[in-house]
């Protein structure tokens, strides 16, 4: 096995008992890098330089005999929407493309002090809008698995990344199941935490009320880790809350309850549904309660959801103004006032889907409308909170598919906004509710891989952790 094919545990075992130092293993992993980025685009930017000094560091304190940490010398990929200080960091957006970080966010903070090593920036829809990452403004990125198809979005160019083993775990941001999606389609392990779990500060956002770092893994141990890692509460973030972790509990299996809700496994495809039910047979074999449940709103969810993100991205976009920073329309000349400079800018700076979701979001919050739309959807949004609730009053935690569909192939859907939506069915839920959610592998249709989600209860991501650990075989 290549160092760069490893799990972050096998990683951390083999520098520990020094079988290869972490300069190997980094150069391992930029080979592959060297040689598979140019065909699947899953990097917009690579570090090489540092990543190798710090591996240098990383060889320095084995050879002193020092303890290292259970991160110290693995290389990470991260999306590129989130700050990483005085490199580029252009969120897929052409009205970014020479934006350099002032700072460093929350999380690479704490995972520089675990002794993390960044590999680079990864590929994404623009600003996070899509399912597929074609929409970025540097080109598609594609599925490592069958290249003709996509990897899935917005995180599409960590999914891609660590599927080609061109990093051993990557974060990304989930929205409404821009990990878990990806995941699912390119065969990793997405975990995303309940919202307040993790410091969105230096993320640059999409729609705050939505938004979660998450961790991509080869497998749900090294999802844990990262996650542990990146946790906690945070000063510049106020979302966040200050719980325990939790994440040392046991689970008697044969007291778990396992709930199916029946909204999501109408019209699913049978092969996907008997992947799952296969793995849910094996909780039922460790004794545990499987019973139907139902989440009776599920159908308004993604209507819900690409109101309010739309209304919350039209908001947060308004700084992108050619004025402050980013790409200007007026410096280059080509305007006669700042008028002309603030809709030039924007339109040759935006790609088409940020421009339509712009623009949904700004009706739905205008004078006549905002009734009618945003606070229709933020009340339905509180109705879907309630229908987990009470499902969590029956159950412990839920099984449904991460998508709806293996990986597509690349351009299949682009003309059919409606069709690309779709895609998220599954995931945007866990969202609007704040709640824990992770995807695992769960077979494959055709080579191409299938994913199954476990939901759990706000702040439990121990039961989702632990369920989806015995569940990835």
């Not at 290869?20 to 980025?37: H, P, R, Y």
């Not at 160019?157 to 409404?176: K, Y």
Request: net charge neutral; aromatic share 8%.
């Amino acid at each position: 096995m290549k160092l760069n094919e490893l799990t972050i545990k096998q990683a951390h075992e083999g520098l520990k008992s020094k079988d290869f130092s972490a300069l190997s293993l980094v150069n391992d992993c930029i080979t592959a890098i060297e040689e598979k980025n140019a065909d699947l685009n899953a990097y917009l930017s690579v570090f090489k330089e540092s990543a190798i000094r710090d591996a240098k560091r990383v060889d320095e304190k084995l050879a002193q005999k020092e303890e290292i940490g259970e991160l110290e010398g693995i290389p990470l990929a991260i999306k590129d929407n989130i700050l990483i200080q005085d490199t580029k960091c252009t969120a897929g957006s052409k009205i970014l493309e020479n934006y350099v970080s002032a700072y460093d966010a929350t999380i690479i903070k704490k995972l520089r002090e675990a002794g993390a090593i960044f590999l680079g920036k990864t590929n994404m829809d623009e600003f996070a809008c899509g399912s597929s990452t074609e929409s970025s403004a540097f080109g598609p990125t594609k599925n490592p698995l069958n290249q003709k198809k996509v990897p899935g979005g917005s995180s599409g160019g960590s999914a891609a990344a660590l599927s080609a083993d061109m990093c051993l775990g990557a974060f990304g941001s989930d929205t409404g199941g821009s990990v878990r999606q990806p995941a699912s389609l390119c065969g990793n392990v997405g975990f995303k935490p309940s919202y307040g779990r993790v410091s969105r500060y230096g993320l640059m956002a999409l729609a705050s009320s939505f938004d979660q770092i998450s961790p991509f893994a080869k497998t749900v141990e090294d999802a844990e880790l990262l996650y542990k890692t990146i946790a906690g509460k945070d000063s510049h973030d106020s979302t966040t809350v200050d719980k325990q972790l939790g994440l040392d509990e046991k689970i008697n299996f044969k007291k778990l309850r396992v709930g199916l809700p029946k909204e999501y496994y109408k019209g699913l495809g049978g092969n996907i549904k008997d992947k799952i039910e296969e793995k849910v047979n094996i909780l039922k074999g460790l004794g545990a309660e499987i019973k139907e449940v139902s989440l009776p709103h599920t159908d308004y969810a993604l209507a819900v959801y690409y109101i309010i993100m739309p209304s919350e991205l039209s908001s947060n976009l308004a700084r992108f103004d050619g004025v402050r920073y980013g790409y200007s329309a007026y410096k280059n000349g080509s305007v006669k006032n700042l008028l002309e400079a603030y809709m030039e800018s924007r339109a040759i700076g935006f790609g088409k889907e940020i421009k339509r979701r712009t623009m949904i979001g700004t009706y739905a919050l205008s004078s006549g409308y905002y009734d009618a739309y945003y606070k229709k959807a933020t009340a339905v949004r509180a109705v879907i909170k309630q229908d987990f609730d009470k499902a969590f009053n029956e159950v412990d935690c839920l099984i449904t598919p991460t998508s709806p569909s293996v990986a597509w192939n690349l351009g299949e859907k682009m003309d059919d906004p409606l069709k690309m939506y779709l895609s998220d069915i599954y995931t945007v839920s866990a969202n609007v509710a704040g709640i824990p959610a992770i995807s695992i592998p769960c077979g494959d249709i055709d080579g191409l891989p299938i994913g199954l989600q476990v939901m759990g209860r706000q702040f439990d991501e121990n039961t989702v952790l632990r369920t989806a650990k015995e569940l990835y075989i």
